[in-house]
């Protein structure tokens, strides 16, 4: 009776499973067939010019990866010793999922989830969580208003407002690279997120002199997270730019923050703890990393201001005719109410300085101010970058230099400026994966307010994907 039963049930089975496979076979044979049919006929991925949609276009989804290698090296004389003997290696894969969702016809939300060393790797690089690194809510006025236009847009955004004073070239957030030419971002790039909201109207037009015009502003707090504490301000921003028949370009842009009120003052000199300050006080991350700080430090860029009445200025000009060229000039003054301090309430070039009142110390042991007093920080900038690609489409050099002068009013006007210097080729595999390599300089002085001690030289190299 036991081995009947075992052999009824086991041909049972067998006849189960036999209709089960038949079943998924059956399902798949159409799934496998249009396969094959397009790895015969047609490109098997979407081209990089077409979006990513899903549910009837009402998600478009993009999903990037990047993995960099490096070998730089602080110069002697680094804040950080051990900066000027590093190895060359492997950075952390950087990946952003970038999804955005049509609410209706004139509503958007937006969402780029970054696993970003370069904003979040802190806790000794040990967070390899993926955080929201940018989103918001845009609504198209002129389409919710039934006026909506071809050649014209109103946008009212709410919620991660990106700022940025420069213009017409593209810049390095994590896995999201392909845009700048080169791999470095800038020592005066005062970009970052903030928290706010933003009104901006663009028109163009199909002749003229003039073939299209932008206006921007907006209000921010100074956090990415949030701020409630007693007399914190306001960062303001506006924006205008003007493009040309023939490919000229000009842009001006103004940003003033309000966060001095929150100092409390004791003879002289007000502790920044605590304190919120502006979140594009030294820049974005750059993709150069060194082993004595966190991969989510600013310490490539120029450190002078504290972020608090911080002010900008700058204007840039562009020469782009196709998408093959482009040169582009920036010109920029910045300025703070105040200046950074030691323990003592002596002022100090920069964040980072050495020893105590500046002066070397023979082992090395710098500090990181957090403290200010009053008396006007300032740099005055300027930056030249240029693209030319020697294949279309395929093979690019590129180059660009920046140079900063610390001109602030209780620093010595000698020994002052920060110079970078970055040469870079690209490649592009295809039109959604692209290499880079590239060759970086910076020169730093010691009343310049640069913050690895007398600046790094070396060669870095990334691939990127984009789907």
């Given amino acids: 009776m036991l081995e009947h039963i075992q052999k009824h049930t086991s041909l049972n089975s067998r006849h189960k499973l036999g209709i089960l496979a038949a079943a998924v076979i059956t399902a798949s044979?159409?799934?496998?067939?249009?396969?094959?049919?397009?790895?015969?006929?047609?490109?098997?991925?979407?081209p990089a010019g077409t979006v990513n949609s899903w549910l009837d276009g009402r998600v478009e989804v993009n999903f990037l990866a990047l993995q960099n290698y490096q070998a730089i090296q602080a110069k002697d004389g680094a804040f950080r010793p051990v900066d000027e003997d590093q190895s060359d290696g492997f950075g952390r894969l950087r990946v952003n999922l970038q999804l955005k969702f049509h609410i209706t016809e004139h509503i958007i939300a937006d969402i780029d989830i970054a696993e970003e060393p370069n904003d979040f790797g802190n806790n000794g690089d040990r967070d390899f969580s993926f955080h929201q690194d940018f989103a918001g809510i845009e609504f198209d006025l002129l389409g919710l208003s039934g006026a909506a236009s071809d050649d014209s847009n109103l946008t009212l955004r709410v919620g991660n407002i990106g700022a940025a004073p420069f213009q017409f070239k593209g810049f390095q957030d994590g896995a999201d690279n392909q845009g700048n030419a080169l791999i470095g971002n800038g020592i005066t790039d005062y970009a970052t997120a903030e928290n706010g909201i933003q009104l901006s109207y663009s028109q163009s037009y199909d002749s003229g002199t003039i073939r299209a015009f932008n206006v921007a502003g907006?209000?921010?707090?100074?956090?990415?997270?949030?701020?409630f504490q007693e007399d914190r301000g306001y960062n303001f921003r506006l924006q205008g730019t003007l493009e040309f028949d023939g490919g000229f370009k000009a842009g001006l842009n103004f940003f003033q923050a309000n966060q001095g009120d929150q100092l409390r003052f004791e003879n002289g000199v007000a502790s920044?703890?605590?304190?919120?300050?502006?979140n594009y006080r030294f820049g974005d991350g750059d993709?150069?990393?060194?082993?004595?700080?966190?991969?989510s430090e600013r310490d490539t860029h120029v450190g002078i201001m504290p972020g608090l009445d911080q002010s900008i200025m700058q204007l840039n000009l562009a020469y782009q005719p196709s998408s093959e060229t482009s040169v582009i000039f920036m010109l920029g003054q910045s300025s703070d109410d105040y200046t950074f301090a030691d323990a003592a309430g002596n002022a100090v070039a920069g964040i980072t300085y050495f020893g105590v009142d500046g002066v070397?110390?023979?082992d090395g042991t710098t500090f990181d101010s957090n403290s200010v007093i009053a008396g006007e920080s300032s740099?005055?900038?300027?930056v030249l970058?240029?693209?030319?690609?020697?294949?279309?489409?395929k093979l690019y050099v590129a180059a660009r230099y920046a140079e900063s002068e610390n001109t602030s009013d209780l620093i010595a006007q000698t020994d002052n400026t920060v110079e970078r210097f970055q040469i870079s080729a690209g490649y592009w595999i295809n039109d959604r994966t692209l290499w880079k390599f590239e060759y970086v300089n910076q020169d730093e002085g010691i009343n310049s307010g640069g913050q690895i001690g007398q600046g790094f030289d070396g060669f870095t190299s990334e691939i990127s994907v984009k789907f």
């Fill in 385 to 393: 970058e240029a693209q030319q690609y020697i294949v279309p489409k």
């Fill in 360 to 362: 070397a110390d023979p």
């Fill in 272 to 278: 920044l703890a605590g304190v919120t300050t502006t």
């Fill in 29 to 46: 044979a159409p799934a496998y067939v249009q396969a094959e049919k397009l790895s015969e006929s047609a490109s098997a991925y979407v």
């Fill in 218 to 227: 907006h209000m921010t707090t100074s956090s990415f997270g949030e701020a």
């Fill in 379 to 382: 740099v005055e900038y300027w």
């Fill in 287 to 295: 993709n150069y990393n060194f082993s004595a700080s966190a991969s």
